[in-house]
């Protein structure tokens, strides 16, 4: 035995700094994920082009759909997702409303649209179509 230490393979180096994971503001990571549902878009290509992974984007994507993260502005109304506003004063009324089988007002392009909260989700959808198709 030469006295060098068991199992010495070399020169350790530590390297201190960046992990070089980057770190995403929930905005940012809200306006790819809403990128990854444009028509035709593939969500590979965008985690390609933002240096982030597939699986990232999906989870990005479940966490849009539960509410947990919030669209930037920018994002603009051609998007598939459809901004929330609500009305202090609808707000107050609506248990009453909602009890009494009430009335959901949806605003599409400046164009109000009022329906009963069982209206036919297929029927609502082609509504909402039509109503676009109008304001343009």
Same mark, same amino acid.
């Given at each position: 035995?030469?006295?060098?230490?068991?199992?010495?393979?070399?020169?350790?180096?530590?390297?201190e700094g960046s992990?070089?994971?980057?770190?995403?503001?929930?905005?940012?990571?809200?306006?790819?994920?809403?990128?990854?549902?444009?028509?035709?878009?593939?969500?590979?290509?965008?985690?390609?082009?933002?240096?982030?992974?597939?699986?990232?984007?999906?989870d990005w994507r479940?966490?849009?759909?539960?509410?947990?993260?919030?669209?930037?502005?920018?994002?603009?109304?051609?998007?598939?997702f459809a901004a @929330?506003?609500? %009305?202090? %004063?609808?707000?107050?009324?609506?248990?009453?409303?909602?009890?009494?089988?009430? @009335?959901?007002?949806? @605003?599409?392009?400046?164009?109000?649209?009022?329906?009963?909260?069982?209206?036919?989700?297929?029927?609502?959808?082609?509504?909402?179509?039509?109503?676009?198709?109008?304001?343009?």
């Amino acid at each position: 035995m030469d006295g060098s230490p068991v199992g010495f393979a070399g020169r350790l180096e530590v390297v201190e700094g960046s992990s070089g994971r980057r770190r995403w503001s929930d905005e940012e990571k809200a306006r790819i994920a809403s990128e990854s549902y444009r028509p035709g878009v593939h969500v590979a290509d965008v985690a390609r082009r933002y240096g982030t992974t597939r699986w990232q984007i999906y989870d990005w994507r479940r966490r849009l759909a539960k509410g947990l993260l919030a669209l930037p502005a920018e994002v603009g109304p051609r998007s598939v997702f459809a901004a @929330v506003v609500v %009305d202090p %004063d609808v707000a107050r009324l609506a248990p009453a409303a909602m009890s009494e089988g009430g @009335v959901v007002a949806l @605003v599409v392009d400046g164009i109000t649209i009022r329906a009963s909260q069982h209206i036919d989700e297929a029927h609502l959808v082609r509504v909402i179509r039509a109503a676009r198709m109008a304001a343009r």
